[in-house]
């Protein structure tokens, strides 16, 4: 399916982040966008690009995270020929490609050190130098940057340099999770819900069941927009009706009675190892007579996840796997008993 551009949304949240990034574009000043993985951290900066004076001059993409540390100074400032093994002929960098326009680093927070430093001189004079090269270039150049860390605790923690960050963060963008678009949820499954029916050449689009939207509605959204269309796709591929609403979705696909069974033990989480050292213990149960069955079961039920959540730090995913559930069932346990907060 072809590359989508536009913005689908009407939370309040969501919108206040594109409306700043349509008033940044039209400045010509570095911008840092920051958001979980799937919240559309991209689309946020080939907009600023597409709005701003330089709209007709190259937009080049570089993902810092996809660089080995040994040759991202050379993607981005370039080298001369023998400047180590394997540079048969001189290269320009991102940088020069990007002359005149705009470069989008993405996952930003992966760069080295090394490679920060001399970020901030190219930043900071225009200039950059070739990996072999004495002579600097200069370049006339927009940073929009993106990740998903936050980068003044980074700072703190001497993972990123203090002037960099300074430089570039004249604007930071900061976009919403999907859990927090209160009403986009449903707007955004419709819209590729209808994408894929048309795919699959189904001639109604016959919408989502109850089941399907609550279910929509009572998941995390972990991986955000991307995951959500990735659910949605998948439902709509799977339903073998489509004249009635889709009303099943699959929100892990590798779920299944067969998955390859992990025999050897890997290093664990902090969290994680915490709550595998000491196992949940059930809390004892009420002694004497029991006048109300359901509410007994609930309450030792309710006992159980607030001492197993207490135990693993609040982690439901550590404490899905303390007690033997999945990542849905202990959602749905803990709003049962009002613990989700």
Not at 94 to 115: K, P, Q, V
Not at 134 to 163: G, K, W, Y
Not at 288 to 300: N, T
Request: charged letters at 25%; hydrophobic letters at 40%; a negative charge.
């Amino acid at each position: 399916m072809e590359r989508e551009t536009q913005f689908i949304g009407q939370s309040a949240a969501f919108q206040d982040a594109v409306d700043r990034a349509s008033q940044a574009a039209t400045l010509d000043r570095p911008v840092l966008v920051i958001g979980e993985r799937g919240t559309g951290k991209e689309l946020i900066a080939e907009r600023l690009h597409r709005l701003s004076a330089r709209w007709d001059r190259p937009y080049v993409i570089m993902n810092c995270a996809a660089m080995p540390e040994t040759l991202i100074e050379s993607e981005l400032f370039g080298h001369e020929a023998g400047a180590f093994t394997g540079a048969t002929k001189t290269r320009a960098g991102r940088f020069e490609e990007a002359d005149g326009g705009t470069l989008f680093l993405d996952e930003l927070a992966t760069m080295s050190m090394g490679a920060q430093e001399r970020l901030l001189r190219a930043v900071e004079y225009g200039e950059v130098t070739r990996v072999g090269s004495s002579r600097p270039i200069r370049v006339d150049v927009r940073i929009v940057a993106a990740t998903n860390e936050h980068l003044p605790a980074l700072v703190e923690d001497n993972r990123f340099r203090a002037d960099l960050l300074d430089r570039l963060s004249f604007e930071v963008i900061t976009l919403p999770p999907l859990r927090a678009r209160e009403g986009d949820i449903e707007v955004l499954a419709t819209y590729f819900g209808q994408r894929m029916a048309a795919v699959l050449g189904w001639e109604e689009w016959p919408g989502f069941g109850p089941r399907a939207l609550a279910a929509m509605e009572g998941h995390d959204w972990p991986g955000n927009v991307r995951e959500l269309r990735n659910v949605i796709e998948r439902a709509i591929y799977r339903w073998a009706d489509p004249e009635r609403p889709v009303d099943a979705l699959s929100f892990d696909p590798f779920a299944s009675p067969w998955q390859p069974v992990v025999r050897k033990a890997t290093a664990k989480p902090a969290a994680a190892a915490a709550a595998s050292e000491a196992p949940p213990t059930a809390p004892e149960p009420q002694s004497g007579p029991v006048s109300d069955l359901r509410a007994a079961v609930d309450a030792y039920e309710r006992q159980i996840l607030a001492d197993t959540m207490a135990r693993c730090r609040f982690n439901q995913k550590v404490a899905a796997e303390a007690l033997g559930l999945s990542y849905d069932q202990i959602r749905h346990a803990l709003k049962k008993h009002g613990l989700n907060q």
